[in-house]
């Protein structure tokens, strides 16, 4: 009614949609390839893009887990409980390291496109839309008054 609004920036170009595609996909694929040996990897790129706190503490704990597994498994005798407790932490290692990466990404992603269509205050905060001209002025009150007769009409 007073404008269209603010106008969206426009989507980004295709080169950089599949670059972010071909990165998410390799730092997934990286922890489950390797058995978790290299869990620690997609946690180093959320702990350098982000900078959280949190997600340095994840970092060192997925890298800890994974290289002491490793050491477990490369260690231990054959076939011995330990070696088969170092396998498991690795594999889960490589499974938690993947869907943090992923649900941590993602959200990264939503939050950046909400920042980026949001240039402005949310839409309460906008200033109301200036006095109508006089011609407007003068249907507004025509318009009610007929409305204010026709209700009259229909009460009889």
Do not use: K
Not at 33 to 50: C, E, F, H, N, S
Not at 58 to 68: H, M, N, P, Q, R
Not at 100 to 127: I, K, M, N, T, W
Request: charged fraction near 15%; aromatic fraction near 12%; charge should be positive.
């Amino acid at each position: 009614m007073f404008g269209t609004g603010p106008i969206p920036p426009p989507p980004p170009a295709l080169g950089r949609r599949v670059a972010t595609l071909l990165l998410r996909a390799f730092f997934t694929v990286v922890p489950l390839a390797t058995i978790g040996i290299l869990a620690w990897v997609p946690m180093l790129r959320l702990a350098i893009g982000r900078g959280r706190f949190r997600d340095w503490i994840w970092f060192g704990v997925v890298a800890v887990l994974s290289t002491g597994s490793f050491v477990l498994v490369g260690s231990a005798a054959e076939d011995s409980a330990w070696q088969n407790t170092g396998g498991f932490v690795l594999v889960s290692d490589a499974v938690f390291a993947c869907v943090y990466f992923l649900v941590s990404d993602l959200r990264r992603q939503d939050e950046r496109r909400v920042q980026q269509h949001l240039p402005y205050p949310p839409y309460g905060a906008y200033p109301p839309p200036a006095a109508p001209a006089g011609r407007i002025v003068q249907v507004r009150a025509e318009l009610d008054e007929l409305s204010a007769y026709l209700r009259r009409q229909e009460g009889r």
